[in-house]
C-alpha cells in the first residue's frame, strides 16, 4: 500500500512538474513575442528620424541645437540594446527631443504646410500610437509571467528550471510612456497624457514685433 502511495506521489508530482514547465515555457514565449513586437516599432520609428529632421533643416537650418538634440537622442536609443528598462528611458528622451522639433513648425509656416514633413510627422505619430499599445500587451505579458514566476508553488522550481522575473518597459502606469503630446492652443490636452501646451498668439505677435 506504502509503494502504491509512493508511486502516486511521484507521478503526481511529475505530472505537476510538467505541466508547470510547460505554462512557464508559454508565459515566456508570449513575453518574447511581445517584445519583439515593441522592438519592431522602435525600429520604424528610428527610421523615420533622420527623414524628419532633414525636411525641418531644409526650413530652420539655424535651429541647430533642437535638431542635433534629436539626433543625439537618436543615435542614443539605437545604440540602447540592453534591458527594456534601459530602451524606455532612451526613449523618452528621445520623445522630448521629438516635441521640440515638432513645436517649430508654429514658427515656420512653409514648413507646417509642407507636405512631406506633415506625411512624417503623422507617420511618426502613427507608430507612437503602435508602441504604446504595444508596451501595454508587452508589459501585461510581463505581469503574468512573474505572477506564475513569483507564486507558490511555481516559485519552489522556476529558477531550477530557468525561469526568471522579466522586466518591464518603463512601468505599469498606463500613461507613463506615452508620447508627449503638443498642444498649439486649438484644442485642449488630453488629461490622461502628458501634454506641452505653447502659446502660439504670443508667439506670433513676438514675430510680427521683429
Avoid at 508547470?20 to 523615420?48: C, F, G
Avoid at 534629436?70 to 534601459?86: F, L
Avoid at 518603463?170 to 502628458?194: C, H, M, Q, R
Amino acid at each position: 500500500m506504502a509503494l502504491w502511495v509512493l508511486l502516486a506521489i511521484i507521478v503526481a508530482s511529475a505530472v505537476w512538474m510538467i505541466g508547470t514547465y510547460n505554462k512557464l515555457v508559454m508565459l515566456r514565449q508570449n513575453v518574447r513575442e511581445s517584445w519583439s513586437a515593441i522592438e519592431t516599432e522602435l525600429r520604424r520609428r528610428y527610421d523615420l528620424i533622420p527623414n524628419l529632421v532633414e525636411t525641418v533643416k531644409g526650413y530652420a537650418s539655424h535651429e541647430h541645437g533642437t535638431l542635433e538634440d534629436v539626433i543625439k537622442a537618436r543615435n542614443s536609443a539605437v545604440g540602447s540594446v540592453g534591458m527594456p528598462s534601459e530602451q524606455a528611458a532612451a526613449n523618452t528622451v528621445l520623445s522630448g527631443a521629438l516635441t521640440k522639433l515638432v513645436a517649430l513648425s508654429e514658427a515656420y509656416p512653409e514648413l507646417k504646410a509642407n507636405e512631406n514633413f506633415n506625411q512624417l510627422q503623422k507617420e511618426i505619430g502613427d507608430t507612437e500610437t503602435r508602441i504604446s499599445q504595444a508596451r501595454r500587451f508587452y508589459n501585461a505579458n510581463v505581469r503574468e509571467m512573474n505572477a506564475a514566476v513569483e507564486t507558490f508553488p511555481a516559485v519552489l522550481v522556476a529558477g531550477a528550471l530557468g525561469f526568471k522575473s522579466q522586466v518591464y518597459f518603463g512601468n505599469e502606469d498606463p500613461y507613463a510612456l506615452d508620447p508627449v503630446k503638443v498642444n498649439f492652443g486649438t484644442t485642449p490636452a488630453i488629461e490622461s497624457s502628458p501634454s506641452i501646451t505653447l502659446n502660439t498668439s504670443v508667439a506670433q505677435k513676438n514675430k510680427d514685433l521683429i
